[in-house]
């Protein structure tokens, strides 16, 4: 296994686009986190699997974002209608129930022009 | 105020200087995190800990779960030791809430 993977590492996007983003976690890990990093500030929590429940949801996460583990496996983000205050890095990340073992995958950078 | 805070923002020594961090919370934890960022992005966990001391290497992290902080050392630091290093702390079911980070710099 090689970690935390995520796809793509950069996008580019017009203002007004959708983007989707992958993250294939560890596949023993059943936990799997989504975060939002802007520039010069710690990660921020966005979302939280447990397997492929969706557990629970940042108010960070407006009504243009949406994420699903559809088979408890690999999960997507996507954001609807991008705005320019969507640039950031998106950090995914998987863990075992007892948390110890929390893995990083490298991000996705988004910039929305 | 954020719940977790980190001091100093910015740090920048000598090869050679012994290197701490600082985290203060103000939640209630199970665990926290040391965690390394490069330029770049990628994040590695150096230390989970719920109590008492941990090393690695020329790591150290303490953590005084009643005074609700903790502390990253680094001994005989090293122009590689240079990234962002940040706190987390484990919130509900593993949920992590993040410092700001401390920016580190040492130079050869």
């Known amino acids: 296994d090689t970690g935390v993977s995520q796809d793509p590492r950069h996008k580019i996007t017009k203002r007004g686009q959708n983007v989707t983003f992958r993250c294939d976690p560890i596949?023993?890990?059943?936990?799997l986190y989504w975060y939002r990093q802007t520039l010069g500030q710690g990660p921020e929590f966005l979302t939280y699997f447990q397997n492929e429940a969706q557990l629970e949801k940042s108010r960070l996460l407006s009504d243009r974002f949406s994420a699903e583990r559809p088979k408890g496996s690999f999960s997507t983000l996507e954001i609807q209608r991008t705005e320019q205050g969507d640039s950031a890095m998106y950090l995914c990340?998987?863990?075992?129930?007892?948390?110890?073992?929390?893995?990083f995958g490298s991000g996705t950078r988004l910039t929305v022009v | 105020k954020n719940e977790v805070e980190q001091s100093p923002q910015n740090l920048t020594a000598q090869e050679g200087e012994f290197i701490t961090i600082n985290c203060s919370y103000s939640?209630?934890?199970?665990?926290l995190h040391w965690l390394q960022q490069h330029p770049g992005g990628g994040i590695v966990s150096l230390f989970m800990l719920s109590s008492g001391k941990k090393k690695h290497g020329r790591l150290i992290a303490t953590i005084n779960i009643q005074e609700k902080h903790s502390s990253l050392h680094i001994t005989a630091s090293h122009p590689r030791d240079s990234a962002v290093y940040i706190c987390a702390v484990i919130q509900g079911a593993q949920k992590l809430v993040f410092g700001q980070g401390t920016r580190l710099t040492i130079n050869p």
């Open positions: 990340a998987s863990s075992p129930e007892g948390g110890s073992g929390y893995t």
């Open positions: 939640v209630g934890i199970s665990a």
């Open positions: 596949s023993e890990h059943n936990r």
